[in-house]
């Protein structure tokens, strides 16, 4: 009987647990969705089996079509990019129209430095680094960027840099607004003088020089460009054999001149260019024919033009070259060996 009892209370046990369990798988069954545990492990191993994927062929196309169509925009995207690039550092004659009205309008220092840098590229077309460079492919357009920046923008320049003056007062400089853009202008003699250095055709030296008048209203404010303006036009005078050529280099060169007296009144520099147009004359008056009568009677002319300008520095200058001419003359007669004269 005991054991009887025992076996029964060992099943009524058994009994209990398999309800307890079926009434807790019940409850999970029910619970909702979002509250169900995740298991990491069976997620994982569903979803790295391919066989329980639900991903048909089309699906698979439509997705590498996806992944092609996105591809192809980038390239597009970047090639596009790309044209713009090279767009900006290609000098159109649209562009150039652009840049050249702008000017004319009214210089701004955004826009004169624009057109700086496409003038400096036409400059030193063979030198440098082309990538950094604005490119010129056309030789119109070259053509039109060199005559707008030797024609119209000295005259450009010198309005931009002047004050507004009253009728029949003199216009003067406006040094705070010269002061802002220094470097521009810089930037633009230094050009002028490499590109104007560098000409062999008589004529286009000719058009540059016919021009360039205004740029001695600003020029001795470009240290040391001003120097190196003077030297180039004492170089042209003495050395060309174009009459017209040694006419305007020496009006350029008179200009600056007149505008050091007027305004600097640099005494230094006025006697640099007496000397420098001194020893120009002197070279080629060395020896007189009748083939270079003509010039060395013409830079006569010119040098004596100059000297009048200051008769004081002009007496000074001559007192001291007359000086040196008898000391060196004094010098060779007080020598008697041949190979001293």
Same mark, same amino acid.
């Given at each position: 009987?005991?054991? &009887?009892q025992?076996? $029964?209370?060992?099943?009524?046990?058994?009994?209990?647990?398999e309800? /307890?369990?079926?009434?807790g798988k #019940? %409850?999970k %069954?029910?619970?909702? &969705?979002?509250?169900?545990?995740?298991?990491?492990?069976?997620s994982?191993?569903?979803?790295s089996?391919?066989?329980?994927l639900d991903f048909?062929?089309?699906?698979y196309?439509?997705?590498? !079509?996806?992944?092609k169509?996105?591809?192809? #925009?980038?390239?597009?995207?970047?090639?596009?990019?790309? &044209?713009?690039? $090279? #767009?900006?550092n290609?000098? *159109?004659?649209a562009?150039l129209?652009?840049m050249?009205?702008?000017l004319?309008?009214?210089? *701004?220092?955004?826009?004169?430095?624009? !057109?700086?840098?496409?003038?400096?590229?036409?400059?030193?077309l063979?030198e440098g680094?082309?990538?950094?460079?604005?490119l010129?492919?056309s030789?119109?357009?070259?053509? $039109?960027?060199m005559?707008?920046?030797?024609?119209?923008?000295?005259i450009?320049?010198?309005?931009?840099?002047?004050k507004?003056?009253?009728e029949?007062?003199k216009?003067v400089?406006?040094?705070?607004?010269l #002061?802002?853009?220094?470097?521009?202008?810089?930037?633009?003699?230094?050009?002028?003088?490499?590109?104007?250095?560098?000409?062999?055709? /008589?004529?286009?030296?000719?058009?540059?020089?016919?021009?360039?008048?205004?740029?001695?209203?600003?020029v001795?404010?470009?240290?040391? @460009?001003?120097?190196?303006?003077?030297k180039l =036009?004492?170089?042209?005078?003495?050395?060309?054999?174009?009459?017209?050529?040694?006419l305007f280099?020496?009006i350029?060169?008179?200009?600056?001149a007149?505008?050091?007296?007027d /305004?600097?009144r640099?005494?230094?520099?006025?006697?640099?260019?007496l000397? %420098? =147009? @001194?020893?120009g004359?002197?070279?080629n008056?060395?020896?007189?024919?009748?083939?270079? @009568?003509?010039?060395?009677?013409?830079?006569?002319? =010119?040098?004596?033009e100059?000297?009048?300008?200051?008769?004081?520095?002009?007496?000074?200058?001559?007192f001291?070259?007359? %000086?040196?001419?008898?000391?060196?003359?004094r010098t060779?007669?007080?020598? *008697?060996?041949?190979?001293?004269l």
């Amino acid at each position: 009987m005991v054991e &009887e009892q025992e076996q $029964e209370m060992l099943d009524e046990e058994v009994e209990e647990e398999e309800q /307890t369990k079926g009434k807790g798988k #019940g %409850r999970k %069954r029910a619970a909702p &969705e979002g509250d169900q545990p995740e298991d990491e492990d069976s997620s994982f191993s569903e979803a790295s089996n391919p066989s329980e994927l639900d991903f048909d062929e089309k699906d698979y196309m439509q997705l590498n !079509f996806a992944k092609k169509a996105k591809k192809e #925009g980038d390239e597009e995207e970047a090639k596009e990019e790309t &044209e713009a690039t $090279e #767009g900006t550092n290609t000098l *159109t004659s649209a562009r150039l129209k652009a840049m050249t009205e702008g000017l004319a309008q009214g210089i *701004t220092s955004k826009r004169l430095k624009q !057109f700086l840098m496409a003038f400096s590229s036409a400059v030193h077309l063979e030198e440098g680094d082309k990538e950094k460079k604005i490119l010129i492919p056309s030789t119109a357009t070259f053509q $039109e960027l060199m005559v707008f920046a030797f024609q119209e923008l000295p005259i450009l320049l010198k309005t931009f840099v002047s004050k507004p003056a009253a009728e029949g007062k003199k216009v003067v400089l406006d040094a705070e607004k010269l #002061g802002k853009n220094e470097n521009l202008l810089k930037n633009y003699v230094s050009n002028y003088i490499a590109f104007l250095g560098k000409l062999n055709d /008589t004529a286009m030296v000719e058009f540059i020089l016919t021009n360039s008048i205004p740029l001695a209203f600003f020029v001795l404010r470009l240290k040391p @460009y001003h120097l190196k303006l003077v030297k180039l =036009c004492v170089k042209l005078w003495s050395e060309s054999e174009n009459a017209n050529v040694q006419l305007f280099a020496f009006i350029l060169l008179r200009e600056i001149a007149k505008q050091n007296q007027d /305004t600097e009144r640099n005494s230094e520099f006025f006697t640099l260019i007496l000397k %420098r =147009c @001194y020893k120009g004359y002197a070279e080629n008056s060395r020896i007189m024919a009748w083939k270079n @009568y003509d010039a060395v009677q013409f830079m006569r002319n =010119c040098f004596v033009e100059l000297m009048g300008m200051d008769t004081d520095m002009a007496y000074q200058q001559a007192f001291s070259q007359i %000086r040196k001419l008898c000391l060196d003359l004094r010098t060779l007669i007080k020598q *008697t060996l041949v190979p001293s004269l």
